[in-house]
């Protein structure tokens, strides 16, 4: 049996030479950090980085708590599978909750039994009354092309569908169900609003190790991270995770292709967001492009996507002229 490895915060950040010889990964912990420092040091450079004041004018911040959503959405009714199936085998069958009981559970919650994770849940459509409690939203998330318009309704369907924002809510000892990273190659925001979570993160290059299903490679097949199956996932023995914990308040930019899952450590509340732009629209393609078994299709696949690209990249240029005006007359420590 392996216990899980980590390679706490304030570790050396060195690029894996080897994918024989992972090395410790550093997150880095930035307040007051312009766009062009974000962009240059975390986007393009495709690493995380935890910002701890990107939310400091949510209402959410001092609004939101289990209790907060018992008192306004206690009648509200959902189905949610069991935290901890019987076995591997069974999946174990959705149950339905009202919020009232659910919230009742997640304060209840133990590491032994964990309550249900909603988790995952597009925040406009089940809580459009909310929306006010979380804006301005950080910068760091434009742009975005997720939600453009594109001729291709098949490549519209799918990247507007990962421009929503979504919720999750769940209590001490309860996790996410896998080891994944985002599909479309989106970049993912974390933000924390309520308790504490754990983070496990490993880079795309510690890949071979970790197990990508044949149907869906951006999920691990591992079946426990604390407990693995290390006669069926020898090769994990060599993952070395980088694990840290998100406090409320604290924004954390996980990039493409970056697998991660986590483990709620209190009662939690938090919201995500995805985002695709110049940074990894090439990763997007090639996310793309390999799901495609027709080398035809795939080819044109590629064409179009990349055209799209070219002509939304076009148009960010003067998005950028904007918030640079915007940041010269306003400068970070000012707003
Ligand atoms: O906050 C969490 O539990 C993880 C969320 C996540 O990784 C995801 O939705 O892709």
Redesign the pocket.
Known sequence: MKSLRTNRVGATQQALTSVDMPREIRIDHRDKLSYDEFARDYLYANRPVVVTDAMREWKALTRWSPEFFQQEFGAMKFALPDAKPKSEHALGGDAEYTMERFIELILNSTDENPAP?L??VVLYEQFPSLRNDIEPLPEYLEPNWLPDHYFLKSVGDILNRGAAI?I?I?GKGG??PML?Y?GAAAH?F?M?IYGR?R?ILYPPEQTPFLYPSREKPNISMLNSLDAPDLKRFPLFEKAVATTFILEAGELLF?PSGWW???K?LTP?I?I?A?VVNQSNWKALIDYAAKRVHNPLKSFAGRIYLTAAGARRSWRDRAWRQRTQAKSDREPLGSR
């Open positions: 994770y988790r995952n979504e999750y769940g996790a996410f994944h985002d993912a974390l924390h979570k983070f996980i991660h899952t986590t709620m939690c938090s995500s995805n």
